[in-house]
């Protein structure tokens, strides 16, 4: 055998396309859907632990949405959701994300999400604006973390 033959070994060739697309399915698997709830005047869970890549879904509710309002200080915000429509988003940054619903905002309806066990941002967030009952709602969702 020429090392020409060995180089393009139809087998060899074979075995690398399929370990590289296990690598690739692999990734796709270990990424998760993970689901909040929009309930009355909260959501469920209030405080959502998710790894980066997960797609963090919303199911439609009516009168509800979701709104970002503070994250880590790289990253530009996801956009307001619309209401009555599901909302499905990915997060590829860690840290501490804050939202709110935007009708219920000062009702207590607001949620947090924390991708990559990353808390560093946690100081930033407790002084990020929040309305009427949310302000002690704020309070004790972190004071759980
Ligand atoms: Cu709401």
Not at 107 to 130: E, F, H, P, R
Not at 135 to 145: F, M, R, T
Request: glycine fraction near 6%; charge should be positive.
């Amino acid at each position: 055998m020429t090392k020409y033959d060995r180089n393009i070994n139809p087998l060899r060739v074979l075995m690398i396309i399929v370990i590289i697309s296990m690598l690739f399915c692999a990734k796709i698997v270990s990424s998760e859907e993970l689901k909040v709830e929009m309930l009355d005047k909260s959501y469920a869970p209030e405080i959502l632990y998710s790894e980066v890549g997960d797609k963090i879904i919303w199911p439609k509710s009516k009168g509800h949405n979701v709104e970002f309002v503070a994250g880590p200080t790289s990253v530009s915000l996801p956009k307001r959701s619309k209401m009555n429509k599901q909302y499905d988003i990915v997060l590829e940054t860690p840290g501490m994300y804050y939202y709110w619903c935007t009708p219920h905002k000062g009702m207590g309806m607001i949620g947090l999400i924390v991708v990559g066990g990353d808390t560093s941002n946690k100081a930033a967030i407790a002084k990020a604006k929040a309305f009427g009952k949310s302000k002690k709602k704020l309070a004790s969702i972190l004071a759980k973390l």
